[in-house]
């Protein structure tokens, strides 16, 4: 395990249990989490993003934010589904967020999951094309923002500009070098796994994906980074991949983590349905003891696959109690664990 981060939903409710209430306090929290998680050692802060719900959504002034306020820790986020998204906008918003981190923005995309509203995507003002689905549109939308970020110029300047050109064709601006091979897909199945690989991204896999052969989750989520690894290869690129995956995981350390999440490490995978036609599994959460923590995520095929783990977070626990979530497995979980 070569990177440790957390991933966090942004969630808020003006409930008086939660510590986060309002959008401003999830993107306040989300910026001091960062810098606490940079001060602990963390390799990463991960937001995830939902449209038309109490989490966090549009990500790039968090990411901006996040980036002003840290000097080592990659940015990023899983993900953002590309349903919504304008490519060419996009590609200005992340390559000024990416420049304004020096590089560390590590940007999690993919067709989205299951939503609060039908078909939302329509609000933002795009719908598939004829003979389209919408992931199929997610799918177009992300190789136009790949193809973007590859720096090349393809608009025709204005033969009388406001402001003076450089030669040639235009591109959008501001470019990011090096942001095109720092582009990761969210995939829920060995297909797009396979897909993201011949693009060349790299690849997210979350706590979820397509039940495909009935195997425990980590075992399906095992062979589906290998299948991606095995695409990578044969598509002939001239980098390394990377590979993360997300875990809800809670070291048991005083009477208040045992009363959060001491029941919660007792089950095992779930499977449910997507929609009427995608049937999924759901990996458990681990909470036990350290020790118990490294015996049983040493079990887990998929996270000794992986080069990077996304630490879910409880949000709406607060700042403190989160950081103390995160110092539990730096410090006594994750260096058995190979991190360091």
Aim: glycine share 10%; hydrophobic share 40%; proline share 6%.
């Amino acid at each position: 395990m070569k990177k440790i981060g957390f991933l966090s939903f942004g969630h808020w409710t003006p409930s008086p249990q939660s510590a986060t209430r309002s959008a401003a306090d999830a993107l306040l929290q989300s910026i001091e989490l960062a810098v606490a998680a940079e001060e602990l050692g963390a390799d990463g802060a991960y937001f995830r993003v939902h449209h038309f719900a109490r989490q966090l959504s549009a990500p790039f002034p968090l990411l901006a934010a996040v980036a002003a306020r840290t000097k080592r820790i990659e940015i990023g986020t899983g993900v953002i589904d590309m349903r919504y998204e304008n490519p060419l906008y996009m590609a200005e918003e992340a390559g000024a967020a990416d420049l304004i981190s020096g590089g560390r923005l590590q940007l999690g995309i993919s067709r989205g999951s299951p939503e609060q509203v039908v078909d939302g995507w329509r609000y933002f003002g795009y719908q598939p094309a004829e003979e389209e689905n919408d992931a199929e549109m997610g799918r177009r939308h992300t190789e136009a923002l790949l193809d973007v970020l590859r720096g090349e110029g393809f608009a025709t300047p204005h033969p009388q500009p406001m402001f003076p050109n450089p030669p040639g064709l235009l591109r959008p601006e501001p470019f990011s070098a090096g942001l095109r091979e720092r582009i990761w897909w969210g995939s829920g199945s060995n297909a797009t796994a396979i897909w993201a690989a011949k693009l060349g991204m790299n690849l997210q896999s979350s706590t979820l994906k397509d039940d495909e052969t009935g195997e425990p989750f980590h075992i399906q989520q095992a062979k589906q980074i290998r299948a991606y690894r095995d695409a990578w290869q044969a598509a002939g690129h001239n980098r390394e991949p990377r590979v993360s995956v997300s875990r809800s995981i809670f070291a048991l350390m005083n009477d208040t983590d045992r009363a959060y999440f001491g029941a919660s490490g007792q089950g095992g995978d779930q499977v449910g349905y997507l929609d009427e036609k995608t049937r999924a599994i759901f990996g458990r959460s681990y909470a036990a003891e350290p020790e118990q923590l490294v015996a049983q995520l040493a079990q887990d095929e998929a996270v000794a696959e992986a080069d990077t783990l996304l630490l879910t977070i409880p949000n709406q626990l607060g700042v403190d109690y989160c950081s103390h979530v995160l110092e539990a497995i730096l410090r006594h979980v994750a260096p058995a664990l190979g991190w360091r």
